[in-house]
């Protein structure tokens, strides 16, 4: 088993951080990962991505033209990024930033309100983790538990955190699990 994974959005929007808990939960239940950043003019407010692929066994190049996922938070990413999702992939929106939906007929795509979901359980700046949550609802690569204990462990040192992040996590996941999207 192999799968990327593209994860894209606005610079500062969290993107990379889901990407290396999804990388973390990955080594911790003995995959190989890779998790490779994008930065430059995201950090003025473009579109900021990473890429992390899991699988079984060794990856070949951590670089993706076709992935099996992608998660979006805004709609540069939407625009750029869903056309290169292969065939029965995933595709993951934030409805709260991205009122469109894709054209694509040929691929699965959940569509939840990221951003309303986080800021109602008492945090708007983890609507990533309710996408992540979403994902791993919808695909389980790596376990829910695992990166429940990934959450905990990134965000020791900042104790405030944590019950927050792990509550929008799992209310994306039980969303996802239940087929409950927006649409």
């Known amino acids: 088993m192999q799968t990327e994974v593209i994860m894209s959005g606005f610079g500062g929007q969290g993107l990379m951080m889901i990407g290396k808990l999804l990388a973390y939960a990955g080594l911790e ?6 998790w490779l950043p994008s930065y430059g003019p995201e950090m ?3 579109t ?16 993706i033209t076709s992935p099996g996922a992608v998660i979006v938070m805004n709609q540069p990413s939407l625009e750029k990024f869903a056309p290169m999702l292969r065939k029965g992939g995933t595709l993951v929106i934030n409805s709260t930033m991205i009122p469109v939906n894709s054209d694509r007929t040929d691929i699965r795509i959940f569509r939840i309100k990221a951003d309303d979901i986080a800021e109602e359980l008492g945090s708007r700046r983890s609507a990533n983790l309710v996408i992540l949550g979403a994902f791993i609802g919808l695909d389980e690569i790596v376990s ?3 990166l429940i204990a990934a959450i905990k462990k990134t965000f020791a040192s900042k104790k405030k955190f944590i019950d ?3 509550k929008t996590f799992m209310k994306g996941y039980e969303l996802a699990k239940a087929g409950k999207g927006d649409e």
Not at 29 to 34: A, D
Not at 55 to 62: E, F, K, M, R
């Open 29 to 34: 239940e003995g995959k190989t990962v890779t």
């Open 44 to 46: 003025r407010g473009g």
């Open 48 to 63: 900021a991505n990473c890429t992390v692929v899991v699988a079984d066994g060794p990856i070949g190049s951590p670089l």
């Open 144 to 146: 829910h538990e695992t």
């Open 164 to 166: 927050v992040n792990c």
